[in-house]
């Protein structure tokens, strides 16, 4: 089996995991009503967390002109 399921915390949506997707990995919830910011948390068992929303910011990758 190369996908394994898990439920998005937040909506409970069926998301994919590849097989190559890592602990500490980034996603975005599948269902587009939800589109929440996800972490894989572990593996066994497989779990994802919600990412606070300031967290997906990279300072790096805002223009200067931003703000
Ligand atoms: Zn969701």
């Known amino acids: 089996m190369a996908i394994d399921v898990v439920s998005c915390p ?39 967390e919600r990412v606070a929303e300031a967290e997906t910011f990279n300072p790096d990758d805002r223009p200067e002109s931003y703000g």
């Open 10 to 48: 937040v909506c409970r949506q069926k998301l994919a995991i590849q097989i190559y997707m890592r602990v500490g990995s980034r996603m975005v919830c599948a269902n587009k009503e939800c589109g929440t910011s996800l972490r894989l948390v572990s593996r066994r068992p497989l779990q994802v």
